[in-house]
């Protein structure tokens, strides 16, 4: 059975970081390519950061400079370092796993609230 927890999620201020973890279990995690989206309210599922299996990066163009996504092979997890918050990053962030020859397999988390405000 698959499973990716996200955690790390909360209230934060303006400015502020925030550190994401997604713990995966059931999948050959060296096998997949990792990614972070987000899912503010009314808009759209949307692309933040994706780490290939070779830790090659990708990043949307709104948080390049801001955000770093990492992962330690050794304990299946990724991670999502947030830097100079502001309220449009307010949203729900998932963990993906996609499998990078069969891209049809691909699992997501349930989620972690982050919410940016004063």
């Known amino acids: 059975q698959v499973q990716l927890v996200e955690s790390g999620g909360g209230l934060v201020q303006p400015g502020g970081s925030l550190r994401l973890s997604c713990a995966a279990s059931?999948?050959?995690?060296?096998?997949?390519?990792m990614g972070w989206y987000r899912q503010a309210p009314g808009k759209q599922r949307e692309l933040v950061a994706t780490?290939?299996?070779?830790?090659?990066?990708n990043y949307a163009d709104s948080v390049k400079g801001r955000f770093t996504i990492s992962r330690d092979n050794a304990k299946n997890t990724v991670f999502l370092q947030m830097m100079t918050l502001t309220p449009e990053d307010t949203a729900v962030y998932y963990c993906?796993?996609?499998?990078?020859?069969?891209?049809?397999?691909?699992?997501w988390g349930q989620g972690t609230q982050v919410t940016v405000s004063s």
């Open positions: 059931g999948i050959l995690f060296t096998a997949y390519r």
């Open positions: 780490i290939s299996s070779g830790s090659t990066t």
């Open positions: 993906n796993a996609q499998h990078r020859v069969a891209t049809t397999r691909s699992y």
